[in-house]
């Protein structure tokens, strides 16, 4: 069976809102794999290692599998000692979203995150040589890639997940434009970022929405939304199909896309489920047709 996952927060939630959504994921969301970790931001990260004890023993105690995510950018020394420290742990599988984690771990197995671009045939092979036995794809592959992707990682032996919701991750940069945007520095950020639950809303000249910021990272400002194209996922060879957290009820997004992938749940109905949870953030899903990315290409029969 397809297994569901749900990837690490990238936003800087409050320990109180992490404990509090993990501990509904555990209880009532139908996800396979939890990946757990912050993947943004260092500075982020000791606010939420206090309570990873906790929240692993739940989700795992409610037959979750944890996986632990690395930072996608590591350049201060006590960055890569964190990095080097999770490289090292064998108690749960670790997903790595930086070279410097692959350098740490060592051609010891793990797995290869967003953020490492395995773009093609030979870097995924690449990949499997150095010790991953599972890769997600980047988001803005099409669809004729994906399949190529996937048919040559399955023959390698390694697994291949596939984002179908949330918000894309487009670029992270050595700054932080979410301090910057209020007069502050990077060093002097003062956790800005924590009161945008979902990303920081930019604007076009004329005030159209185009972007989400969220600390160095740059977000699309839709949500990908590939549960029309999940079968065809599947079908192509896809074994994981990841949600990434945003500030809408995951549960319930979970719950949406379990039992469409079960054939519980007709497909129109799904996505009118889905568009009530998620309000009026738009859906997109243009990479996967090989256009725009911010696109809604509504024939999901085209190549």
């Not at 260092?42 to 989700?59: C, H, N, V, W």
């Not at 669809?143 to 949330?166: H, K, N, S």
């Not at 979970?254 to 489920?273: K, N, Y």
């Amino acid at each position: 069976m397809t297994k569901l996952t749900l990837g690490p927060i990238a936003y800087h939630w409050s320990a109180d809102r992490r404990r509090d959504f993990y501990a509904r994921i555990a209880d009532e969301a139908p996800v396979d794999e939890v990946y757990l970790g912050e993947v943004i931001c260092s500075k982020r990260a000791p606010f939420q290692e206090a309570d990873l004890p906790t929240i692993i023993e739940r989700l795992e105690r409610a037959g979750k599998r944890v996986v632990l995510s690395s930072l996608a950018e590591v350049m201060l020394t006590r960055e890569r000692k964190a990095t080097a420290d999770m490289a090292a742990m064998d108690s749960h599988e670790i997903e790595i979203n930086n070279a410097a984690g692959l350098y740490a771990r060592g051609k010891r197995p793990h797995r290869i995150g967003l953020f490492m671009n395995a773009y093609n045939e030979a870097t995924i092979k690449w990949m499997a040589d150095q010790g991953a036995t599972h890769v997600v794809l980047p988001t803005e592959l099409p669809a004729p890639a994906i399949a190529v992707a996937t048919r040559v990682a399955r023959d390698l032996g390694l697994d291949v997940e596939v984002q179908v919701f949330g918000r894309a991750s487009l670029a992270v940069s050595a700054r932080c434009y979410h301090a910057r945007a209020h007069g502050r520095t990077k060093d002097n950020c003062q956790f800005v970022c924590e009161d945008d639950a979902d990303g920081m809303p930019l604007t076009t000249s004329d005030d159209q929405p185009i972007l989400r910021v969220n600390g160095i990272q740059t977000q699309s400002e839709s949500y990908v939304d590939l549960l029309p194209e999940a079968t065809r996922l599947v079908g192509d060879g896809v074994t994981h199909l990841r949600l990434m957290p945003q500030a809408v009820d995951m549960v319930a997004v979970a719950q949406v896309f379990r039992r469409t992938l079960d054939g519980d749940h007709e497909l129109s109905e799904a996505e009118a489920e889905l568009r009530r949870i998620c309000g009026d953030t738009p859906f997109s899903n243009g990479f996967f047709y090989g256009e725009a990315g911010y696109r809604r290409i509504a024939n999901v029969n085209r190549v």
